[in-house]
């Protein structure tokens, strides 16, 4: 293309007209000039003697046209000559960050929680996972006097120390109700115990409790273990009541 640019330095023929430019047009096919050719095929003379009759800018949007035209075709029609040859990707297009190498089908990848999975493990049993974690309790009453001295050596009102009860009164709610969880199991298992020996003997037939009678069973065993017990009965008994009562309005004078 440098002898084309070369002529875009001389001076090109004037041809504002359209019957100019037609006739340009023709003497270029009819004249059978090759402008696909390489520029060595074509002498310096040839392209000096065009660029005065057609003009150089024309010349020059013909090579440039048909140059463009050759690379499509050549995108196009391209092919692998081996299946096992690397694909060949354009340098025109820019490459994602994230470029997925390996296709893996979407059933591989999908995500399972081994809590809610039949496939990991059977159905929660709380007396196995104690019996396995019981070493936590030795764990959680040495946290537990560790918050006692902390809360001792606090400064009083302040909000580290109110945060330091907090957790320790957490900490002794949540044995509590594991005591409790622990008495019911008991009594659960004792209750089945008698009622299998009965079924075997024929004196009755299977019988599954409600949890109200559960619950009523632990009550009981709670009542007899002490004054304690009876205290907590005692203020429950007195809510009940102030619940159940009524205040009556007074009567307008």
């Not at 007209?17 to 059978?32: A, G, Y």
């Not at 096992?84 to 893996?104: G, Y």
């Not at 709610?173 to 209750?191: F, H, L, P, S, T």
Request: hydrophobic share 25%.
């Amino acid at each position: 293309y440098k002898k084309v640019f070369h002529c875009a330095g001389l001076e090109p023929v004037n041809m504002s007209e359209s019957d100019d430019q037609l006739e340009s047009d023709n003497e270029l096919h009819t004249r059978n000039i090759n402008l696909d050719n390489d520029d060595n095929e074509m002498s310096d003379e040839d392209m000096v003697k065009i660029c005065d009759q057609i003009g150089a800018k024309k010349v020059k949007n013909e090579m440039l046209s048909k140059s463009f035209k050759g690379d499509a075709n050549k995108q196009q029609t391209f092919k692998r000559e081996n299946k096992n040859r690397p694909q060949e990707i354009s340098s025109k297009i820019k490459v994602p960050k994230m470029r997925q190498v390996v296709v893996v089908p979407k059933s591989a990848t999908a995500t399972r929680d081994p809590r809610f999975d039949d496939l990991c493990g059977s159905e929660y049993n709380e007396e196995l996972f104690n019996n396995r974690y019981q070493f936590l309790d030795n764990i959680k009453q040495r946290e537990k006097l560790n918050l006692k001295k902390q809360v001792k050596k606090t400064k009083r009102g302040t909000k580290d120390q109110q945060q330091l009860k907090y957790l320790l009164s957490r900490m002794e709610q949540q044995e509590i109700a594991k005591k409790q969880r622990m008495e019911k199991r008991e009594e659960e298992r004792k209750w089945k115990k008698e009622e299998m020996k009965k079924v075997k003997q024929g004196i009755k037939r299977p019988y599954y409790l409600k949890n109200s009678t559960k619950n009523k069973m632990v009550a009981e065993l709670r009542n007899k273990d002490g004054a304690a017990s009876n205290k907590s009965e005692i203020r429950k008994e007195k809510r009940q009541k102030s619940r159940e009562s009524k205040v009556m309005p007074y009567t307008r004078r």
